[in-house]
């Protein structure tokens, strides 16, 4: 019922600053928590930051906190990640989710964009 499409991605140096948008489809949207998540060539990927449906509970990830946030605009179905401080660890493909459940946990989220690339640069 959801479909989700990242964009906003690009290549910064480091101390520079990304917005991410996820754009998603359905009437529903706004009754799913939304996570970002985040997986580098070679690695896992890892949580970043999540949003419960209501918008008023958030969570991070410890190296992001204070540099990241995550928003959601339920009147034009956008769910948004503001990087700032951006460090060359933050290089990434970054995905939107979309589940049922405020979570950390990649397999609890059951809708997912097809990622975009952010890189920093030193």
């Known amino acids: 019922q959801v479909q989700l499409v990242e964009s906003g991605g690009g290549l910064v140096q480091a101390g520079g600053s990304l917005r991410l948008s996820c754009a998603a489809s359905?009437?529903?949207?706004?009754?799913?928590?939304m996570g970002w998540f985040r997986q580098a060539p070679g690695k896992e990927r890892e949580f970043v930051a999540a949003?419960?449906?209501?918008?008023?509970?958030?969570y991070y990830r410890d190296s992001v906190k204070g540099r990241f946030t995550i928003s959601r605009d339920n009147a034009k179905n956008t769910v948004y990640l503001q990087m700032n401080s951006l460090k060359p660890e933050d290089t990434a493909v970054y995905y939107c989710?979309?589940?049922?459940?405020?979570?950390?946990?990649?397999?609890?989220?059951?809708?997912w964009g097809q990622g975009t690339q952010v890189a920093v640069s030193s």
């Open positions: 989710a979309a589940g049922l459940a405020f979570t950390v946990e990649a397999r609890r989220y059951d809708f």
């Open positions: 359905g009437r529903t949207f706004s009754a799913y928590g």
């Open positions: 949003m419960w449906p209501s918008g008023g509970s958030t």
